[in-house]
């Protein structure tokens, strides 16, 4: 079962806990106020069917075995990404504004038939996990963007991994990456990808 809540601002408070097989669906153009820390589980589902931003002064943790997928939605309060869980960005533009405390789980953006993926990110972070970037449209190339501000870097952990795929297997598509990036882990490259940085890449790896 689906509830479907379509409201200007839905608010999770300090005993908000989301349990059972039933989810939620939040429509509309919406803001999800996180007063206090919110944790996303394995047996909770969380969908954003609408234009969601999230914003308040608690940490969005998505835990082991949990998946919130992002299509142009915004996440104003700080994120971390658990080992196990996993954030994906599909079609449209979506933000993370706030400070992404770690990544030792999944981070996949990823274009879809429905069109392509741009992640930006405010503020450097270490991925301890693993950021795919991926087209999966077996008609038609898509673009897709991974951005991180100037005078930010991303720095890849000894135990991390970035990954440049195109699951649709379609030649004409774009991926981009747009960061300066301190490489201490490996990246894998299986399709062609452009790597733009306005300061300095360095790798110390494979």
Excluded: C, M, W
């Amino acid at each position: 079962k689906t509830l479907t809540i379509n409201s200007a601002t839905t608010q999770f408070g300090s005993s908000t806990v989301l349990t059972g097989t039933g989810s939620i669906n939040l429509t509309g153009t919406q803001n999800l106020d996180l007063p206090t820390s919110f944790s996303l589980t394995s047996s909770s589902a969380l969908l954003f069917g609408g234009t969601v931003t999230v914003s308040g002064a608690g940490t969005f943790n998505i835990q082991t075995g949990a998946l919130l997928t992002l299509t142009a939605d915004t996440i104003n309060t700080n994120l971390d990404i658990q080992t196990g869980g996993q954030l994906t960005v599909a079609e449209g533009s979506s933000s993370l504004t706030a400070v992404v405390t770690t990544v030792s789980g999944d981070l996949l953006v990823q274009s879809t038939s429905a069109g392509g993926a741009t992640l930006t990110v405010s503020n450097g972070f270490s991925n301890n996990g693993t950021i795919t970037l991926d087209s999966n449209y077996v008609i038609g190339g898509r673009t897709t963007t991974f951005n991180l501000a100037s005078g930010q870097t991303l720095v890849n952990s000894d135990t991390g991994t970035i990954e440049f795929t195109n699951s649709g297997n379609r030649s004409n598509s774009v991926i981009n990456f747009n960061a300066e990036l301190d490489n201490q882990g490996t990246i894998d490259v299986d399709h062609d990808t452009t790597i733009t940085t306005s300061g300095t890449l360095t790798s110390t790896h494979g």
